[in-house]
């Protein structure tokens, strides 16, 4: 686990290197070239940083160990922290959609045609960055991650949609000079839209949505491997930042005394934790299998 907690760690640190460089090129970029949806990118990217900090502060909160207060760990500080990106996501969403009808309503400069160059750069390394910190989320099992993740898509789409923008300027000419404008206002509406897909999966852990599917139907194919197990026959699972919890009911025979039973069930706590590294505790009940009754 101390390997994965490391990833993670320098996963999201490199998402706020890579936001503050972006950061600063946009803005320079956007004021030189009078591009507005390029300012507005610029304005994202500065809420991006402060919620990059966020992910990487809420793995290194997640990732303490149990204590008496906390006796299943602090991992449900994970979904917390993904909650602030959404804020700010929406946050930048309404500055730029302010900002773009704002602008609407006065004479626009042509953008420079530089700016085209540096929407390309900036859609390019946001999507790599994007495959990478997803992979990174996958591999560790972070729901912050997945959701700084969709975070660098939503800002390549949104660099996407203001390259179209600036692109238009040039290509139809006089009379569309706040395509530039309309691009940045489209994109605002995109990122509320990413806001609420990356809400939605953090919503459903802090709520503990039985939607773990995949793991109970490995737990059960595993759990018979182990002498003594007759079946299992309930089994839910919870997540905890980057771990799991799991609940289950085992059936054995009924004819077996208690410790032999007790001496079952913890064989199969420890088969079923070396499998599954990143299940942290089993909490077994034992049931007499109805078929040996």
């Given at each position: 686990?101390?390997s994965?907690?490391?990833?993670a760690?320098r996963?999201a640190?490199?998402?706020?290197?890579t936001?503050?460089?972006l950061?600063i090129?946009?803005g320079?970029a956007g004021?030189?070239?009078?591009?507005?949806?390029?300012i507005?990118?610029a304005?994202e990217?500065?809420?991006d940083i402060?919620?990059?900090f966020l992910v990487?502060?809420?793995i290194?909160y997640?990732?303490?160990?149990?204590?008496?207060d906390h006796?299943?760990?602090h991992?449900?500080?994970?979904?917390?922290?993904t909650?602030?990106?959404?804020g700010f996501?929406?946050?930048?969403?309404?500055i730029?959609?302010v900002?773009?009808?704002?602008?609407?309503s006065?004479e626009q400069?042509?953008p420079a045609?530089f700016?085209l160059?540096?929407?390309?750069?900036?859609?390019?390394?946001?999507?790599l960055?994007f495959?990478?910190?997803?992979r990174k989320?996958?591999q560790t099992n972070?729901s912050?991650l997945?959701a700084?993740?969709?975070?660098?898509?939503?800002?390549?789409?949104?660099?996407?949609?203001?390259?179209?923008?600036?692109?238009?300027?040039?290509l139809?000419?006089?009379?569309?000079?706040?395509?530039?404008d309309?691009?940045?206002?489209i994109?605002?509406?995109?990122?509320?839209y990413?806001a609420?897909?990356?809400?939605?999966?953090a919503?459903?852990?802090i709520?503990?949505?039985h939607?773990?599917h995949?793991?109970?139907?490995?737990?059960?194919?595993?759990?018979?491997?182990?002498?003594g197990?007759?079946a299992?026959?309930?089994?839910?699972?919870?997540?905890h930042g980057?771990?799991?919890?799991?609940?289950?009911?085992?059936?054995i025979d009924?004819?077996?005394?208690v410790?032999e039973?007790?001496?079952i069930s913890h064989?199969?706590k420890?088969h079923?934790m070396?499998?599954?590294?990143?299940?942290?505790d089993v909490?077994?009940?034992i049931?007499?299998?109805p078929n040996?009754i």
């Amino acid at each position: 686990m101390k390997s994965i907690l490391k990833q993670a760690q320098r996963t999201a640190l490199l998402s706020v290197l890579t936001n503050t460089i972006l950061a600063i090129s946009k803005g320079f970029a956007g004021i030189v070239g009078h591009s507005d949806a390029l300012i507005a990118d610029a304005i994202e990217s500065c809420a991006d940083i402060f919620s990059s900090f966020l992910v990487l502060i809420g793995i290194r909160y997640a990732s303490k160990p149990a204590d008496e207060d906390h006796p299943y760990g602090h991992g449900k500080a994970e979904p917390l922290v993904t909650f602030a990106v959404v804020g700010f996501l929406l946050i930048s969403a309404t500055i730029i959609a302010v900002e773009s009808i704002r602008h609407l309503s006065e004479e626009q400069e042509q953008p420079a045609f530089f700016t085209l160059y540096v929407l390309a750069a900036i859609i390019l390394i946001k999507e790599l960055s994007f495959q990478y910190v997803h992979r990174k989320g996958e591999q560790t099992n972070s729901s912050s991650l997945k959701a700084e993740a969709w975070h660098h898509r939503a800002d390549a789409i949104s660099s996407f949609i203001a390259f179209l923008g600036i692109s238009a300027t040039f290509l139809f000419g006089k009379g569309f000079e706040k395509a530039d404008d309309w691009a940045a206002l489209i994109g605002s509406f995109f990122i509320v839209y990413n806001a609420y897909k990356i809400f939605r999966p953090a919503l459903g852990e802090i709520m503990d949505e039985h939607n773990h599917h995949s793991l109970i139907e490995l737990i059960r194919k595993e759990a018979v491997q182990v002498a003594g197990v007759v079946a299992i026959e309930k089994c839910w699972a919870r997540k905890h930042g980057m771990t799991y919890v799991v609940d289950l009911h085992l059936e054995i025979d009924g004819k077996l005394t208690v410790y032999e039973g007790h001496a079952i069930s913890h064989a199969l706590k420890d088969h079923l934790m070396v499998m599954f590294p990143y299940v942290t505790d089993v909490l077994i009940h034992i049931e007499p299998a109805p078929n040996l009754i």
